[in-house]
């Protein structure tokens, strides 16, 4: 999938502009970003339901909307809005396989996939949002498709649910299927995401690995001395109390080190720590310059 210099204007606001990045086969690839960055905007560009003012949006060399049968290639998951709340999860599963030409062997499999099966004949109506996200999941497998465009599925699950999801699109992935995976809860993508979107007021931060991001947050050290104060001020950085008499400070452990030295102080406790996923994330969109 190729995103190319893709702008949506409306009146004189750019609701996404010029977002380029690439999705690539066999990978999950997280699109990340805070409300209102345009993710969701940008993901109905790509399915066809909102038309760019410029730029393109490709799926497997054209776009969605020229595929003929594009339900045996993507799956799309945008939301679970369009379930007729007035019928069953398998009568809503049937419909759209029916139209698409799929046997109902399949939509009773998609249906287990989704644990759904206790719940398949009831209403929709009555589902919880996170039956409902399961169900509009199991729409999107229906075609067994080698791509999947999810955006914020994991909305309304519990953490058992929270964890099928993962297992599910991570043996997607490891069957030789692709994933764009739209979420804000990065710390639950984390573990299963193979490359990185950010996207920000619109355009794109940061692409890239999911390994290679976070060189924006320094890496800081915790360690305990009961002459912490001396060695701090020996490194001429600002440092912070942590629970337990440990202090952390935005420096690498051999700096902590050798300034102990210094100041003829023992330590009883060092221990290097990285920025996480999310803290890398806070300080990008939060005024750092973008990165491409």
């Given amino acids: ?91 809503n599963l049937k419909i759209l396989a029916q139209s698409a030409g799929i046997d109902s062997a399949r939509v009773e499999e998609v249906i287990e996939l989704c644990g759904l099966s206790s719940a398949a004949d009831r209403l929709v109506k009555g589902f919880s949002l996170g039956m409902r996200q399961r169900c509009g999941i199991a729409a999107a497998l229906l075609g067994d498709p080698e791509l999947l465009i999810l955006d914020e599925p994991v909305n309304g699950l519990d953490p058992l649910g929270m964890a099928w999801m993962r297992e599910l699109l991570v043996k997607h992935r490891d069957n030789g299927g ?19 979107v950010v996207l920000a007021h619109g355009e794109v931060m940061w692409e890239g690995p999911l390994a290679d991001f976070g060189g924006e947050v320094e890496i800081c050290t915790e360690f305990a001395s009961d002459r912490w104060a001396e060695i701090v001020q020996e490194l001429g950085v600002e440092a912070e109390s942590l629970p337990g008499d440990v202090v952390s400070v935005p420096v690498e452990p051999k700096l902590v080190s050798q300034a102990a030295r210094r100041c003829g102080a023992d330590l009883s406790y060092l221990v290097p720590k990285k920025g996480s996923l999310e803290e890398s994330f806070q300080a990008l969109v939060n005024g750092k310059d973008s990165i491409r």
Wanted: charged share 25%; net charge negative; proline share 2%.
């Fill in 1 to 91: 999938m190729e995103i190319r210099g893709v702008t949506l204007t409306a009146g004189k606001k750019d609701i996404v502009k010029d977002v380029s990045f690439g999705v690539r086969r066999g990978r999950i690839t997280l699109l990340a970003g805070p409300n209102g960055a345009g993710k969701s905007t940008l993901l109905s560009i790509v399915c066809g339901l909102l038309e760019q003012s410029s730029g393109d949006a490709e799926v497997f060399g054209q776009r969605y909307t020229d595929m003929s049968d594009p339900i045996f290639r993507v799956g799309t998951f945008l939301s679970a809005e369009w379930l007729d709340a007035g019928r069953s999860a398998r009568n």
């Fill in 178 to 196: 692709t994933v764009l995976l739209s979420s804000h809860l990065l710390r639950d993508a984390e573990d299963i995401c193979d490359d990185l």
